[in-house]
């Protein structure tokens, strides 16, 4: 099954870019997801990238998808004091609609 | 439109007591999911219906837990005898898609907490 994995914590300065990475298992994986979670509020869809793609860029957020190393970035350009959550890679188990979340990558924004 | 809602936000029981936690999916979308996410972890999976139908409930803890999408719209997750283990905050979401490869749009999700 998926396995996903993704570092703790991340600290950048405001204006900075961020990168938050993950890496997972499973090669089947038809798309990968990032979703966003601020305090009190839902998981939030961010973007996210088919398999058959090496990068996908929407405004601010650019994905890299490496699938020989099986390994998944979120690159945050300049980042922002709102940009301040928690970041959750996650990727369907076996190709199906059962969602393998990582753990989460908290950020924080310095001013 | 509206996006997935959950009620209540919070819930705070005693052990032993039973509850039930709504959620209203987005309207038009055939499959519904519920995840379980621990303080400091992701989302886990729970259960998953398409329109009325429970698909898989592999992720259900234990036979306490039950969930019912009777008309294929709102779905009610019970959990019976409650236990402290069972504190967490439980997410709901939906999906366009029949076949669930579709994105899952999540709801603001229930705070349990079992006393």
């Known amino acids: 099954g998926e396995d996903v994995e993704q570092s703790l914590f991340l600290s950048v300065r405001e204006g900075d870019s961020s990168v938050i990475n993950c890496t997972y298992t499973?090669?089947?994986?038809?798309?990968l997801y990032w979703y966003k979670q601020e305090p009190g509020a839902g998981l939030q869809l961010l973007t996210y990238?088919?398999?058959?793609?090496d990068m996908k860029q929407d405004q601010r957020l650019t994905v890299l998808l490496n699938k020989k190393d099986k390994h998944l970035s979120l690159r945050i350009a300049d980042t922002q004091t709102g940009d301040s959550a928690i970041y959750f890679c996650?990727?369907?188990?076996?190709?199906?609609?059962?969602?393998?979340f990582g753990s989460g990558t908290r950020l924080l924004v310095r001013p | 439109g509206a996006g997935v809602s959950q009620s209540p936000r919070y819930k705070v029981t005693k052990r032993g007591q039973d509850v039930a936690l709504r959620c209203d999916p987005i309207?038009?979308?055939?499959?519904l999911y519920w995840y379980r996410q621990a303080l400091g972890q992701g989302p886990e999976f729970l259960t998953y219906?398409?329109?009325?139908?429970?698909?898989?409930k592999s992720g259900l803890p234990n036979d306490r837990f039950s969930a019912e999408r009777p008309e294929g719209s709102i779905s009610t997750l019970t959990i019976q005898r409650t236990e402290q283990r069972d504190s967490a905050m439980y997410r709901c979401?939906?999906?366009?898609?029949?076949?669930?490869?579709?994105?899952?749009?999540f709801g603001p999700g229930t705070r349990l907490l079992v006393l």
């Open positions: 499973d090669s089947s994986s038809t798309y």
């Open positions: 996650a990727g369907p188990e076996d190709s199906s609609y059962k969602l393998i």
């Open positions: 219906f398409n329109y009325e139908a429970q698909q898989d």
């Open positions: 990238i088919f398999s058959n793609m």
């Open positions: 979401a939906s999906s366009y898609a029949l076949l669930g490869l579709e994105t899952q749009y």
């Open positions: 309207s038009g979308h055939v499959s």
